[in-house]
Nanobody, 121 residues
């Protein structure tokens, strides 16, 4: 059974930091691209950061230089270190696992339940 369990969300003041974790199970974690998405109230879900199976990373422009995604394949866990948080970073953050077994095949696309990040003084 595939599971993605996010943790680490909470309330933080502007300028503060949080570290999100996503513990994965039920699939070969190291093969999958792992991503963090977020969805603020009344807005569409957006990609925040992605790390490939080869550890290449990319970030949304809005978080570059402030957020860092990393993975620990031994622990089947992906992290999102969030620094210098702003009010506009407040959202539900979702972990995603994605893998295309072969060109033309339906991809594996798994989601966690989300963790709330609130940025407020």
């Amino acid at each position: 059974q595939v599971q993605l369990v996010e943790s680490g969300g909470g309330l933080v003041q502007p300028g503060g930091s949080l570290r999100l974790s996503c513990a994965a199970s039920g699939f070969p974690f190291s093969r999958y691209a792992m991503s963090w998405y977020r969805q603020a109230a009344g807005k569409q879900r957006e990609l925040v950061a992605r790390i490939t199976s080869g550890a290449s990373t990319n970030y949304a422009d809005s978080v570059k230089g402030r957020f860092t995604i990393s993975r620990d394949n031994a622990k089947n866990t992906v992290y999102l270190q969030m620094n210098s948080l702003k009010s506009e970073d407040a959202a539900v953050y979702y972990c995603n696992a994605y893998y295309v077994p072969r060109v033309g095949f339906k991809p594996d696309d798994y989601w966690g339940q989300g963790t709330q990040v609130t940025v407020s003084s």
